[in-house]
Nanobody, 124 residues
Framework: QVQLVESGGGLVQAGGSLRLSCAAS????????LGWFRQAPGKAREFVAA????????YQLDAVKCRLTISSDNAKNTVYLQMNSLEPEDAAGYYC?????????????????WGQGTQVTVSS
């Protein structure tokens, strides 16, 4: 069974930065792509970024590409989302997800397993 545990959320002022972490465990994880989604109150869940298992391919929502960057540390089985120049519109619950089918499914909003999420609040 795969487990995904997010951390790093919190309250930050607009213009500030946060780095979210997603620690993955479980045998199935070894062949899975990982990604980040977010969901603000009253809004649909939104794909943010995905990274292949090797870390060689990354995909990000165009609207945040210059500010939110995904990366991974395979030795630590951890995926990160570096968030810079945060805006109030970035406030949401951020969720880590994994897909055995790869980044394409994550980009379509599909995941085989999900974390519990970490909250990001941005004050203006």
């Amino acid at each position: 069974q795969v487990q995904l545990v997010e951390s790093g959320g919190g309250l930050v002022q607009a213009g500030g930065s946060l780095r979210l972490s997603c620690a993955a465990s479980g045998r199935a994880f070894s062949n899975s792509a990982l990604g980040w989604f977010r969901q603000a109150p009253g809004k649909a869940r939104e794909f943010v970024a995905a990274i292949s298992r090797s870390g060689g391919s990354t995909y990000q929502l165009d609207a945040v590409k210059c500010r939110l960057t995904i990366s991974s540390d395979n030795a630590k089985n951890t995926v990160y989302l570096q968030m810079n120049s945060l805006e109030p519109e970035d406030a949401a619950g951020y969720y880590c997800a994994g897909s055995r089918s790869g980044t394409w499914d994550l980009r379509r909003g599909l995941g085989d397993y999900w974390g519990q999420g970490t909250q990001v609040t941005v004050s203006s």
